[in-house]
């Protein structure tokens, strides 16, 4: 097996009940895991870091944010997140003021003026950049200068969001999204529309919804009759 040490790498280890010795030979002749790949507490944390952490992984889906401004912390995997939907996309963050450590958003949420920690009222934009910190030079004072804001934005998460799923790259050291899952994404190409409600996007999807259940193909020289009565009417009235 691999052991753990403190930071939660794997190393080899010497007892030969939990080596991978018989594991990692030709199929027809290979063991399965040893227990404690399956229980030992010290392997849960290196694949934490090394399957989750280190890799893409998703923890959300942009359709929860829909609209500028919402918030939602996420726990992942005991890391606290916070994805905010900004003016151009989803952000992820993590989720701790850059203050004292306050966790800055406990429940979905609509952010109104900015992101403001409950504790002293240190305030982000939705890009993470701090505005303010309200009296930290003394009664009325809202400046220091030993304070640089512009050094204690909230600290960004590597994050990519495809097919409305929001995938996180914890490390920062895995290679960029699209090029790990180039062959994914070449793969489902053609459903690369946006999907959550409210924007042009439905209607794209009910289009194309009602091109596969009218069997048909390209939508301008293959829809059916069926197809073409209803996209007609949902250009016209709208999603219903
Ligand atoms: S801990 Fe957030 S403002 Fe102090």
């Not at 958003?105 to 920690?117: E, M």
Request: hydrophobic share 40%; with cysteine; charged share 25%.
């Amino acid at each position: 097996m691999a052991n753990a040490n403190a930071e939660g790498d794997a190393e080899p280890m010497s007892d030969p009940h939990v080596s991978l010795d018989a594991v990692l030979v030709p199929l027809n002749r290979a063991r399965g895991l040893p227990s404690p790949f399956y229980v030992d507490p010290r392997m849960a944390e290196a694949e934490r870091r090394r399957v989750f952490f280190d890799q893409w992984a998703g923890i959300g889906f942009g359709k929860d944010i829909p609209a500028v401004g919402e918030a939602m912390p996420i726990d992942f995997m005991g890391a606290p997140l916070l994805a905010v939907r900004a003016e151009d996309g989803v952000r992820v963050f993590e989720n701790v003021c850059r203050h004292r450590g306050m966790t800055l958003v406990k429940a979905k949420t609509k952010i109104r003026a900015a992101i403001c920690c409950p504790c002293h009222a240190w305030c982000y934009d939705l890009n993470g950049r701090l505005l303010s910190t309200p009296l930290i030079g003394g009664p009325g004072i809202n400046s220091h200068p030993d304070v640089d804001r512009t050094t204690l934005g909230l600290t960004r998460v590597r994050c990519f969001v495809w097919h409305d799923v929001i995938f996180v790259n914890l490390s920062g050291t895995a290679p960029p999204f699209d090029v790990v899952h180039a062959d994914l994404m070449a793969r489902w190409r053609e459903f690369d529309t946006p999907l959550y409600a409210g924007t042009p996007g439905i209607l794209l999807l009910a289009v194309r919804a009602l091109q596969l259940e009218a069997g048909g193909g390209e939508l301008p020289s293959r829809r059916s009759e069926f197809g073409s009565r209803h996209h007609d009417a949902i250009l016209r009235d709208g999603p219903r």
